[in-house]
């Protein structure tokens, strides 16, 4: 029997629009490594797949649910002997022809749905994010990321928002990038937003906040000189907790967000090994930036 078109495709229109909703309103970890044209480009595939499938399909048959033909020999169900006159009707049809079924409407419909999907993307995250700010406020904020990594740096170094998402993402598998030893930055709109979020408004979302510290932090000593990885991140984490205060955090939570970061640093994938501290990142060990100091980081 052929399946309709429409049916399977239900599920998926289903599966579609709460991926769409997850990845809006979700954590941005997910908008960062999933891009949402990706979906809506395999949605789209899905929707010209059953297209073409239910236009080589032909018309629907539907079982036949009426009774069988011994079961009225033997019960008769009370049906009366065809008047000689009248045209001769089976009352028990062996099966029902279904019109065809129209995938173009279907398709039209299917590709609607992924319209207004696209269309509420672009709308909401217009209004949410780094996107949302102002010039100003953009200015105003890449000004001062810009000043804090120029402290870690030792020089004047410069911070920028990779907007276009050309050099840092899900693509690039990266929070930020910077020329080791020189002079620019660039983070993604996420991290940026964070910062902007803690600096300006006071607003701690958790592990996301100091990640996003820790990535500032991080690439600034790319930019004072610092090749390693991993030893770039043992840095950071350790004057990300200074950091973290002049953007506003509390020395308790700003020392509680990078020791997060640090437990989180040894859970992440064969994707980050580069990044993961090694044994010497600890209190009195070698990339201990402030023997001195008994709390680390």
């Avoid at 395999?42 to 797949?49: C, D, H, N, P």
């Avoid at 990594?149 to 050099?167: L, N, Q």
């Avoid at 993402?169 to 990266?174: E, F, L, Y």
């Avoid at 803690?198 to 610092?226: C, D, I, K, N, Y």
Wanted: charged share 25%; proline share 5%.
């Amino acid at each position: 029997m052929d399946r309709p078109y429409g049916s399977p495709w239900l599920w998926v229109r289903i599966a579609l629009v709460g991926f769409v909703v997850a990845w809006i309103l979700g954590p941005a970890a997910l908008r960062d490594a999933v891009p949402i044209v990706i979906v809506f480009l395999v949605a789209l595939g899905l929707e010209v797949q059953f297209l073409v499938s239910a236009l080589r399909g032909g018309t629907v048959r539907t079982p036949d649910r009426t009774p069988q033909q011994i079961d009225r020999d033997r019960y008769g169900f009370g049906i009366d002997e065809p008047d000689e006159d009248a045209d001769e009707v089976d009352p028990w049809p062996e099966h029902v022809e279904q019109e065809p079924a129209r995938p173009l409407r279907n398709f039209t419909v299917g590709a609607g749905i992924i319209a207004v999907l696209v269309l509420l993307v672009v709308a909401l995250d217009g209004r949410s994010g780094w996107s949302s700010l102002s010039g100003e406020r953009k200015t105003e904020a890449v000004a001062r990321f810009s000043r804090e990594a120029s402290r870690i740096a030792e020089k004047r170094v410069d911070i920028r928002c990779d907007e276009s998402r050309d050099y840092v993402g899900a693509v690039q598998h990266a929070d930020g990038v910077a020329t080791v030893g020189g002079e620019l930055a660039i983070l993604t709109p996420e991290v940026c937003f964070r910062l902007y979020r803690l600096a300006f408004a006071g607003e701690v979302a958790g592990s996301q906040t100091g990640r996003a510290v820790a990535v500032l932090a991080h690439e600034a000593w790319h930019l004072h000189g610092e090749a390693d990885e991993s030893v770039a991140e043992c840095y950071a984490l350790q004057t990300g907790v200074d950091l973290g205060r002049r953007l506003g955090l509390g020395d308790g939570r700003a020392r509680q967000l990078m020791r997060q970061q640090l437990v989180e640093n040894e859970l992440r994938g064969v994707d980050t090994l580069a990044y993961r501290v090694g044994p010497e990142c600890h209190d009195g060990g070698a990339l201990d930036l402030d023997p001195g100091r008994t709390t680390f980081p």
